[in-house]
């Protein structure tokens, strides 16, 4: 396997460590719930603490499955791949037979969920490149052709991750859904398909090529969703190919990368460079730089919702507004009050998961609610009423636009001879 080069930040693994113990969590340390498992005191203890709590909720849900409670083992297996999708997820190494395992035991724990779901979920192979990038598309029951929406997860979801399988917000409100491990994703890490600065999208094309195949595929009725670093890959793929009617992504990374890699926790940088393949931090440094949306999101002629934390630590507003601004087509942007990196099941929403919103967006789009020359920004307000059903901001996003004052300095702050650089 190749060498991984040391980090700068590397080198202060103790920190990273102790944050890990104090907090429960290995990034977004805004958050107050505990992600790893309470025993977990450091970062190499996590893939196996987290594959014994795994194996422990196997061993209920086969209990359960024997004894014919079809509807808690499935609820069980769930519960057991998200132990397993966090487990692999903190070996950074090709060829390692502690993550072929825990990815493998991911794999077989989402084989029960579906199964034994309410829906028909199906794992499909879609060719791309000489490879086949894998996917797992949850369809309506009885199968009806139906709009279908592009899930992109984000660099450390993988597809059988966090969009409730059992309770799925899009197959709920009336769309298939398929969930990408696009490059450097899941199971694309295994077959060693890495992330370049522009083949998400392509693979994103793939899908679509494949998805206007399938009878259960309305093919005039494509859309992508993308949620953290997919918010990124979903609008590029929404400005490349025109087939998608309408985007809807959330936890923003639209902007420069440089809170990500260089600000925030060293795991994203750290699982990124394994994703692109990159053992260089240099060289890695000059890759993220080109990671920008800027050149395309003018290409967005199609209806697009963004959704950003008001203080995301890892695309700061600032560097959200300007890309918004670029889009061209309808479109809406929602700040999120007093919030981070995350918006599920956040006070600003009502406390629910947060992806029925992006479904209702959706239809709404494909139903033509959103005309040429909509544009519409609001601030989701933490306790406030209505929550993304609020008002059309006044002004923008600043504090003194908020507060109803001019913005500038008075006459006292000027003073007598004005200000002098």
Known sequence: MPKITERRRDNQQWMLDWIIKTTGRVQN??????????????????????????????????????AGHLDTAAELFWAASEHYREAQHTIFEDDNPE?????????????????????????????????????????LPGRPKAPTVIFCPGMDMTKEAFIDAL??????????CLHLDGPGQGTSNIRKIRVTLDNYERAG??????????????????????????????MRLAAIDKRVKAVATAAACYGPKDAIFEQASPRFKQVFMYMAGIHDEDEFDEFAAQMILDDLASDVTCPALQV????????????????????????????????????????????IDFFGFLADWLN????????????????????????????????????????????????VQLGPAGVKS
């Open 29 to 66: 340390f805004a958050y107050d719930n505990r992600v790893v498992p309470k025993e977990v005191k450091s970062y190499a203890q996590i893939h196996r603490l987290a594959d014994k709590h795994g194996r422990h909720v196997v061993s209920i849900a086969e209990a359960a499955e024997k």
């Open 99 to 139: 993550k072929i395992y825990l990815h493998g035991m991911l794999l077989e724990c989402f084989d029960k969920v579906m199964q034994y779901a309410k829906h028909p979920i199906e794992r499909v192979e879609i060719p791309f490149e000489g490879n086949y990038i894998q996917g797992v598309l949850h369809m």
């Open 167 to 176: 309770n799925h917000p899009f197959v709920n409100r009336g769309m298939n």
């Open 205 to 234: 094309s793939a899908a679509i090529d494949y998805l206007s195949d399938r009878e259960e595929v309305d093919e005039d009725q494509i859309v992508v969703s993308g949620f953290s670093m997919g918010s990124y890959w979903g």
């Open 308 to 351: 950003t934390g008001e203080y995301d630590p890892l695309a700061p507003l600032e560097t959200v507004l300007p890309i918004y601004e670029k889009v061209s087509g309808p479109k809406e942007l929602w700040v999120i009050e007093n919030d981070f990196h995350n918006p599920r099941n956040r006070p600003n929403f009502g406390g």
């Open 364 to 411: 709404d789009a494909l139903a033509g609610k959103y005309e040429a020359g909509h544009k519409r920004e609001i601030l989701v307000p933490e306790h406030g009423e209505k929550g993304p059903y609020v008002e059309q901001i006044e002004g923008g996003f600043s504090l003194p636009e908020r507060v109803g004052k001019k913005a500038g300095l008075n006459d």
